[in-house]
């Protein structure tokens, strides 16, 4: 099997006794989520992104440089409440004195329940959505969003960061094989961008061809499946005390 398509297969389907155990396909799961998310938020909330923050540090520059399209507002209330949420996963990570997988499963749940929130906002609001809930669906995505890089980032599982491919992308050409490098962790990267690349074309899919909340309810639905692979792995990790799920 070339080494790509077996650092895939681990990545979707780790061994027992993997180094990080479950995390890598349940990061992945938060990946895609990820790519729904920032779909809806940029093509129904003013082209505004509540998960990819370089984004709207660009924008706000395009917006105070005079380009037209672009909201002042929409981009600091992202990026306000995406650090709000970003503080609260640390509070998490930093209080939560179990393993990592206990931190997931919290952060999981608690994003199910933003995300669920936005929701239940998108389906009871008009389309287009009035400014008060616009802001409001802002604020419970970026809070959301905020919390899930605060944990992914204190996890530290190698290029399964669930928002930023920048990084991502940059390894798969500048440690190939072809550029002299040991072409190490391919396959898992290129799972990464496709994870996102397919939340955010059934994003985009959703709301053209359904109702705005679309994308939200699969995300919703994708969060509640990844909370329960989460308690599950947690739970065996509890009984076995697997060595992926030790803090570190």
């Known amino acids: 099997m070339p080494a790509a398509l077996r650092d895939a297969y681990r990545t979707v389907l780790p061994g027992a006794g993997a180094a990080q155990g479950p995390l890598p396909p349940l ?24 998960a990819n923050m370089t ?12 380009a037209p399209g672009f909201s ?24 939560v004195r179990r393993h990592r997988g206990w931190v997931l499963l919290a952060a999981v749940l608690l994003e199910a329940v933003l995300v669920l929130g936005a929701l239940a906002t ?17 604020i419970l995505l970026g ?27 940059t390894g798969i050409a500048a440690d190939s094989r072809a550029a002299g490098g040991a072409g190490s962790r391919i396959g898992r990267r290129l799972l990464s961008a496709a994870a996102m690349f397919v939340g955010v074309l059934a994003g985009a899919l959703a709301l053209r061809h359904g109702a705005n909340a ?11 499946a990844t909370g329960l692979g989460t308690g599950a792995a947690v ?4 009984r076995t005390g697997a060595a992926w799920a030790q803090r570190r």
Do not use: C, K, W
């Open 27 to 50: 990061l992945l799961a938060l990946t895609v989520v990820t790519g729904l998310v920032d779909a809806f938020s940029y093509l129904t909330l003013g082209h505004v992104f509540v």
């Open 55 to 66: 984004g709207n540090v660009v924008f706000l520059a395009l917006t105070l440089g005079g």
């Open 72 to 95: 002042l507002g929409a981009s600091l209330l992202a990026l306000a409440a995406f650090v709000a949420g970003a503080f609260a996963g640390g509070l998490l990570v930093h209080r």
């Open 122 to 138: 998108a389906r009871l609001s008009a389309t287009p959505f009035p400014t008060p809930e616009r802001q409001l669906l802002i």
């Open 143 to 169: 809070l959301a969003m905020g919390l899930q890089n605060a944990v992914a980032r204190a996890l530290a599982v190698p290029d399964l960061t669930t928002t930023v491919l920048t990084l991502t992308i």
């Open 214 to 224: 679309v994308p939200l309810l699969l995300a919703g639905l994708l969060l509640l």
């Open 235 to 238: 739970r065996r990790a509890d």
